[in-house]
């Protein structure tokens, strides 16, 4: 017993503590999510007037995409507040997975948004309308200026969640730099079908970039295992346990894509006495928490136990 106890896995840790990556949550993610919110929706208010001022399509369109951004916002900051809730008789593992549900709802309203865009650009692009260049550039500045404040609030946030409207932010900075450019291009030359290519551009990398917050909402969701777990490191510090002859029925998965948790059977030798389980699950517990696994389930079987878990239908060892 005193030699599971006390073995020795320190250097190891020191290569592999970040196997999945550190976890640093961010007390201050709530004020963050506020104040984006705040300034965001101060903002497409102010765009969606300048966008009819200007008569300019790629300004309106990104004004209805900032009023989905605002909503994402709001509803990142109340789940953020939800996600926060201690584990009930409802949800016994917590609240953490309404961030997740908060970054689908971002994502889906994003992909309507940028969709109706779309339309209206391919649109303007054969019936283009003159847009006032100079209201263009001066709405842009301060878009850029706005937006890029409500990026460098988010961009410490370690849930998908955040990570997902910090995305939102990030992508409005490069849309209103988009429209700086053409505007500045426009004061020059009388170009205004560049407004609505410029829409249509915003749109695309918009989209593009739905679809990759998508896969890692669907990952979590369908509990995936975590993007960036090192399951063979982990695998190898059980196995390197003493008395520890093998393992099976390993599954990894998250609750909001920061909080890991994991199941496993270890199977011993059927010498093993019980003090010598319970020194061994705690050696392995110790292990796997030092490894970013914020919720560890052992099972301790003997080498003469017939296990249902230990191979597929197929008969491939699990």
Not at 42 to 70: K, Q, R
Not at 114 to 141: I, N, T, W, Y
Not at 179 to 204: A, E, R
Not at 208 to 235: A, C, H, M, T, W
Request: hydrophobic share 45%; charged share 20%; with cysteine.
């Amino acid at each position: 017993m005193v030699e599971i106890m006390e073995h020795n896995h320190q250097s190891s840790f020191s290569q592999d503590h970040h196997a999945f990556g550190g976890h640093d949550p961010s007390h201050g993610a709530g004020k963050n999510l506020a104040l984006a919110f705040i300034l965001n929706l101060l903002f497409c208010i102010i765009e969606l007037v300048g966008g009819l001022f200007t008569n300019s399509i790629a300004i309106l369109s990104d004004s209805l995409h900032d009023f989905g951004d605002s909503f994402s916002l709001g509803l990142a900051w109340y789940f953020d507040k939800v996600s926060r809730r201690k584990p009930d008789a409802k949800y016994t593992y917590g609240y953490k997975r309404f961030t997740t549900l908060s970054a689908l709802v971002n994502s889906l309203v994003l992909l309507g948004g940028s969709g109706f865009v779309l339309f209206e650009s391919f649109r303007r692009l054969f019936q283009p309308v003159q847009a006032d260049a100079k209201g263009m550039f001066l709405l842009a500045v301060l878009g850029v200026l706005v937006n890029g404040a409500a990026v460098l609030r988010l961009k410490k946030g370690n849930s998908l969640n955040e990570r997902v409207v910090s995305l939102h932010m990030l992508e409005d900075v490069l849309g209103w730099v988009a429209v700086l450019i053409g505007s500045i291009v426009m004061l020059f030359w009388d170009v205004p079908v560049l407004d609505p290519v410029l829409s249509v551009g915003i749109s695309v990398y918009i989209l593009y970039n739905v679809y990759n917050n998508l896969k890692s909402v669907f990952r979590v969701i369908l509990q995936g295992k975590p993007s960036g777990l090192d399951e063979e490191s982990i695998k190898k510090h059980l196995l390197d346990l003493p008395k520890v002859l093998s393992l099976h029925d390993f599954h990894a998965w998250t609750m909001d894509s920061e909080y890991v948790v994991l199941t496993v059977h270890l199977v011993v030798e059927g010498s093993m006495q019980k003090e010598e389980q319970q020194a061994l699950r705690a050696a392995a517990h110790q292990i796997l928490k030092k490894l970013e696994i914020d919720h560890s389930t052992i099972e301790i079987e003997y080498d003469s136990e017939d296990c249902e878990w230990c191979e597929d239908e197929s008969g491939i060892p699990v």
